[in-house]
């Protein structure tokens, strides 16, 4: 009972302290640098998952992953790799004895491209069992001894001429010499291959049966494909025992993917898209199949549900059947359907803890034993968490926290966002995703920004999605309503909806979305004057379409990898003949004055809107021309300031971490200056780190009468204190004329004021918080070594700088030399006269923070709260290699923290 009062006690602490610490305002980084987990795999005995973690390594600039393995129940998690080698794909042996996993790590005599590595569950070092020229595209565990992969076949000899004499020139779309892309088997202890199919074409998708013996593959016929999608993929069924080879899913446009065998292993599942223009494999509704191995035939499970599959949702097979999401609009509806005597049966899920919405999941995993089940969970106002739970038919009971990640999100104010709802074009019922201002307060009108999402043909769920792209919580931090608008031919909202801009592109989309911000207009949370738009692909083709249709509706805009003219992105689209021939009637040498009018290129003479453009110079999906265009056009018409910024080496998408800071940078610059009106050009001159900058950043710490620190009502002078990661840190180590309004005797040459009390004893340290504390009303206290620890690695890039022996002897002295200096040390005027005033060398930090690593060491308190000293003194080197030794008593004083 008493463990029971205490825990209550501490937790209602802990929740008063949250409740009381300031949130930290969000960065750009904040956005770059959140972790995910993805490929999530359950051990056959259901007490283990192993994942990858994705996380930012600037120094590699781009994210990278490693992996990690969580003991179930106990819910211990160790790492499994490190060094972000893009491990990922981990699934377990049958067995459970092994982890194969794919990685691009480097070993002697390893072939480039990521290959199949082992590790065993309980950690050691992993060692790659393939060695394929080119690498493995995917793999499945056939049984415990041997693996499946899929791979292109070693280069032929004429690859290696080429190769030899430099040749590096490209055949576009070379049937002639379109390298096969086969499946191999690998036995796992003697690392002998075995090549499975010897299909001239290129197998993209497969899945091996439960038992190992069955094989279903999806096959791709034409490098053309992508482009045109003539020639539509061919799925066969592969008997490994027999060698037999049996073509399925024959009919005509009907080429399903996304295989699932059923547990039993008597069938398996697979979707199709279905549409109104399947020669373009237009967009469409997802549809699920059910094939009958026994009987050789395929059959459609009737969903009941007249808007397919949800996007981004998963297909689960099941003892029973299968689990799916149902598209729902902003979410997916989550629902088992199971094989009854009389056919199949939908019945919904549901989840036991009532903070979670089964509607709100994603990355659904189930276990080898039916049961054992993780998941994602997020809202748009709820950052994505991981859980662990039990399936029991349409219930998902007791889940609990797999692993949390994104600690700085806790310390962010998260902006509230809801579903909203209005009429769009042609009357329909529309809606998207309103995020709030930070802040609010009703009756005041706000910016708003546009935040369009790409496709067309996706969607904007209530779920967790801040990226380089799109970030609420940065524009809801700047004061702006954040409206993302699930549009005409979006998906998640049945066919009709999807389907219904092929041949009416721009006619309701571009209604809808203003019709939206009239909405919150009349609702008076929106100023009329104060709107922005951006997006990148599809969301940036709709921007820039709003600014022809709509001239002087916004006052910024900042599309990114949109098109403005659609005759040309026939030709240089990577899937132009498709995605063209679906949306704009046909090909443009039949259908001219359409494309032509449909080009916002044509119309650029209309745009007023000061307009920042984005392209990745390798782009294929929007091609980079359609960027130049653009900006030509607006550049040489001057009606419209517009910038260009183009990232070398990047595709449709920006991989590298410093393209996607630059790009916030400059489109949250942007904002600031044409929306928001707080826009500061920077000073391409200044140097922040430089002396100017720590003057002028001198300039900012508080000082009274030339006395650092603040004096309380009463006239106390007390120390300044400075966060840094939640700990409040006072700026400098206590001063003289601080520690004197607490011990008046204490006494100390005129002039020093700001030098750092000296000869401090713990005790007389302790009792000065102890009084701090009393007339602050704060648990002010001695940091504890961990915190200071903490600090020393927070301020680490100035420690060359502080006040060390370094610095008063000019150089970096070895122990030799400073015992050879210790002479002249000895005949100084006085014991301290090495000591400087408070922040005489550069601090560190937004702070900033001074004397960490100099001036006079600091007391601590270690594990068993005994004072220790830590940290450099003027009197010490700064050398890392020598053990730390204290220095005398006159370079010890201390600063203080509190949390």
């Not at 094989?339 to 939908?346: A, I, L, M, P, V």
């Amino acid at each position: 009972m008493r463990a029971a009062v205490l825990c209550l006690l501490l937790c209602s602490l802990a929740v008063l302290g949250w409740a009381q610490r300031s949130p930290k305002p969000w960065t750009i980084e904040d956005v770059i640098e959140q972790e995910a987990i993805s490929g999530m795999d359950i051990a056959p005995d259901g007490r283990a998952v192993v994942w990858a973690k994705r996380y930012a390594d600037w120094k590699k600039d781009r994210h990278v992953t490693d992996l990690y393995l969580t003991r179930l129940p106990e819910g211990r998690t160790i790492p499994l790799t490190r060094g972000g080698n893009d491990d990922g794909s981990a699934r377990f042996s049958p067995d459970g004895r092994w982890i194969a996993f794919l990685s691009g790590r480097r070993a002697e005599d390893l072939k480039e491209g990521r290959q199949i590595w082992l590790i065993r569950p309980d950690g050691g070092e992993p060692w790659p069992l393939t060695n394929h020229e080119g690498g493995v595209r995917a793999f499945a565990w056939r049984d415990s001894v041997r693996i499946l992969f899929l791979a292109r076949e070693e280069p032929t000899l004429r690859e290696r001429q080429l190769k030899e004499r430099k040749d590096d020139a490209q055949v576009v779309e070379d049937r002639e010499f379109w390298p096969p892309v086969r499946l191999f088997e690998i036995d796992v202890h003697t690392r002998r291959v075995r090549r499975l199919t010897e299909n001239t074409d290129q197998i993209t998708e497969f899945a091996v049966s439960p038992d190992g013996r069955y094989v279903v593959t999806s096959h791709n016929q034409s490098p053309h494909y992508g482009a045109d999608a003539r020639e539509q993929p061919r799925q066969f069924l592969y008997d490994l025992q027999t060698g037999e080879r049996v073509e399925i899913f024959a009919e005509r446009y009907l080429d399903p993917e996304n295989f699932r065998w059923a547990p039993d292993g008597k069938g398996f599942y697979a979707t199709d898209t279905y549409s109104s223009d399947p020669q373009w494999e237009g967009a469409g509704i997802e549809e699920l199949y059910y094939f009958d191995l026994t009987r050789r035939t395929y059959s459609k499970v009737p969903l009941q549900w007249d808007w397919g599959l949800g996007s981004f949702g998963t297909v689960v097979p099941t003892r029973e059947g299968v689990l799916v999401q149902l598209a729902n609009g902003t979410n997916n509806r989550l629902a088992h359907y199971v094989r009854t005597d009389s056919g199949w049966e939908r019945r919904w899920v549901s989840i036991s803890d009532t903070s979670l919405s089964a509607d709100h999941l994603g990355g659904l995993v189930l276990g080898p034993d039916g049961q054992r089940i993780v998941f994602a969970h997020s809202r748009a106002s709820q950052p994505t968490r991981y859980f662990w739970a039990r399936l029991e038919g349409e219930r998902i009971l007791e889940p609990r926290e797999l692993v949390r990640l994104n600690a700085h999100l806790r310390e962010r104010t998260i902006a509230r966002a809801e579903v909203f709802r209005w009429r769009g074009a042609r009357n329909h019922p529309v809606e998207g995703i309103l995020y709030y201002p930070h802040h609010y307060q009703p009756g005041r009108r706000y910016p708003l920004i546009v935040l369009i999402h790409g496709g067309p043909a996706s969607v904007d769920l209530d779920a967790w999605r801040e990226s380089w792209a799109g970030y609420p919580n940065l524009l809801a931090q700047r004061g702006a309503f954040v409206l993302r608008p699930n549009y005409h031919g979006s998906s998640n909202y049945g066919l009709a909806f999807v389907e219904s801009i092929k041949g009416h592109y721009y006619e309701y989309e571009l209604p809808d979305i203003r019709r939206g911000i009239e909405a919150l207009i009349q609702q008076g949370l929106v100023h009329p004057d104060s709107l922005g738009v951006m997006g990148w692909s599809n969301g940036a083709i709709l921007t820039i379409g709003l600014t022809v249709e709509y001239p002087t509706l916004f006052k910024a805009a900042a599309p990114g990898a949109g098109d403005v003219n659609w005759i040309s992105d026939y030709g240089n689209c990577a899937f132009g003949v498709r995605f063209d021939e679906s949306y704009f009637k046909g090909n443009p040498w039949n259908n001219l004055k359409h494309y032509i009018e449909k080009s916002p290129f044509f119309r650029l003479d209309r745009v007023v809107t000061p307009t920042i453009i984005f392209f990745g110079t390798e782009d294929r999906s929007v091609p980079t021309e359609q960027g130049w265009q653009h900006y030509r056009a607006l550049q040489q018409m001057g009606r419209a300031p517009v910038r260009f910024i183009l990232f070398p080496g990047a595709e449709h998408s920006l991989v590298r971490l410093s393209h996607q800071r630059r790009k916030m940078e400059e489109e949250l610059a942007w904002f600031d200056q044409y929306l928001f009106g707080r826009y500061q050009k920077p000073n391409a001159a200044f140097k922040a780190d430089s002396p100017l900058g720590e003057l002028l950043r001198r300039a900012r710490v508080s000082r009274v009468d030339g006395l650092y620190g603040r004096r309380l009502d009463d006239g106390t002078l007390v120390p300044e204190f400075v966060e840094v990661d939640s700990l409040w840190v006072s700026r400098f180590e206590i001063t003289r004329a601080q520690y004197r309004a607490f011990r008046p005797e204490y006494t100390y040459p005129a002039g020093t004021d700001n030098y750092p009390a000296n000869g401090i004893s713990l005790e007389e340290a302790q009792a000065y918080a102890r009084w701090l504390a009393g007339k602050l009303g704060r648990p002010v206290r001695l940091p504890t070594v961990a915190e200071f620890e903490a600090l020393e690695r927070a301020v680490q890039s100035r420690r060359a700088q502080e006040n060390t022996l370094d610095f008063w002897a000019g150089y970096s002295p070895n122990p030799d030399e400073v015992r050879q200096l210790q002479a002249k040390l000895d005949s100084l005027p006085r014991p301290d006269a090495l000591l400087l005033e408070v922040g005489s060398r550069p601090g560190a930090g937004s702070g900033p923070l001074f004397d960490v690593g100099g001036n006079v060491a600091e007391w601590c308190l270690d594990a068993t709260h005994q004072g220790v000293i830590r940290g450099g003194a003027a009197i010490l080197p700064a050398d890392p290699k020598s053990g730390y030794r204290p220095p005398p008593l006159t370079y010890v004083g201390f600063r203080l923290v509190y949390r």
